[in-house]
């Protein structure tokens, strides 16, 4: 049975109504269109004023997008090296504790069983924990810290590293607050343009069944029509924080697009083996032959990621 593909983006769907209007307007008293515009209410010309600022405001989500992306790389510029070094200066202090692991607890470090040490995943823990083991080491005098023989002998300046600390949340608050701006920005979109989107799907729907028995009647108004038997549609698929999830039934030619603000990493198959492809926020990545199963991982231990892609019976 043939099904329409409708556009994914702003742009798309302003060039859906374009061509709408364009042969809507030329067909003129004789438009099929007449009656449906009429008793759906359709302003058709405030509709693409609208496109045109939705198009902005969407323009607006996706520098917001990328602007939150540099803010969590330049966020983990800073965070890795310390807690690189903070994990070699606890294993110095596990050495000497080694007849009473548990002793890290005193420095902020988590122990479990006998003498695993267990280390926060997500951003806020790592900085809780690197803080609380600096303290401690800044809370004996001068000097005389169990730590500062491996800190003199490997060159580290816990001074330092805790300004780099502080520079990671200041840019991790920049992430999350401009995160929450291109949210707001897709809501004052979606808002804005839905109704539209809503009427381009009535419109399809209405000449579907004009066109019932040469759906192809609707390429002239500029729908994209599929004859293939299952009907393909969007998906949204949201992945939970250093998560994964396996994306089946993916439509070759169609897209998956990073509706989030960091990267995620994208696998052919089943399994994350080998080298991932990146997509960075707001990044569309098109399906080739081979990739109708694809599985996707959030690296992220700040925001849950999500994914939109065109798929058949999801």
């Known amino acids: 049975m043939s099904h329409i593909i409708y556009p994914e983006t702003v742009l798309g769907q302003k060039e859906l109504l374009a061509s709408i209007n364009e042969k809507h307007t030329a067909d003129a008293l004789t438009s099929p269109l007449n009656e449906y515009i009429k008793e759906n209410n359709f302003d058709i010309d405030q509709a693409i004023l609208d496109g045109v600022q939705a198009e902005t405001i969407d323009k607006s989500r996706v520098l917001l997008t990328k602007q ?3 803010y969590t ?34 420095w902020g470090i988590t122990v479990e069983g006998k003498a695993k040490i267990v280390y926060p995943i997500n951003f806020e823990g790592k900085v809780i924990t690197a803080n609380n083991f600096f303290e401690k080491h800044l809370s004996y005098p001068a000097g005389t810290s169990p730590l500062a023989p491996f800190i003199t ?30 949210e707001s ?34 390429v002239a108004y500029g ?18 924080l250093l998560d994964k999830t396996t994306l089946k039934g993916l ?10 603000t960091e990267d995620i990493h994208l696998y052919k198959g089943t399994t994350t083996t080998g080298n991932p492809i990146v997509i960075k ?6 399906i080739a032959k081979g990739f109708s199963t694809i599985t996707v991982s959030n690296p992220s231990s700040l925001l849950a990621a999500k994914v939109a892609a065109l798929r058949l019976g999801r």
Do not use: C
């Open 223 to 240: 729908f994209i029509v599929d004859n293939s038997v299952a009907k393909p549609k969007i998906v949204n698929t949201t992945i939970k």
């Open 281 to 286: 926020p707001g990044e569309k990545y098109g």
């Open 73 to 106: 790389e330049l966020r983990d510029l800073q965070l890795h090296p310390v807690f690189s070094r903070l994990k070699g200066e606890v294993q110095f202090i596990k050495s000497l504790y080694k007849n009473n692991p548990k002793e890290l607890g005193n």
């Open 251 to 260: 439509v070759i030619g169609g897209t998956l697009t990073n509706e989030g």
């Open 153 to 182: 002998k490997n060159k580290i300046d816990i001074t330092e590293d805790k300004a780099m600390l502080v520079s990671a949340v200041d840019f991790n608050e920049k992430a999350i607050t401009t995160a929450q701006l291109a």
């Open 68 to 70: 939150g992306s540099n």
């Open 185 to 218: 920005k897709t809501q004052l979109k979606n808002a804005l343009w839905n109704p539209t989107v809503v009427q381009l799907k009535g419109i399809g729907k209405y000449l579907m069944s004009l066109y019932v028995d040469n759906a192809k009647g609707l």
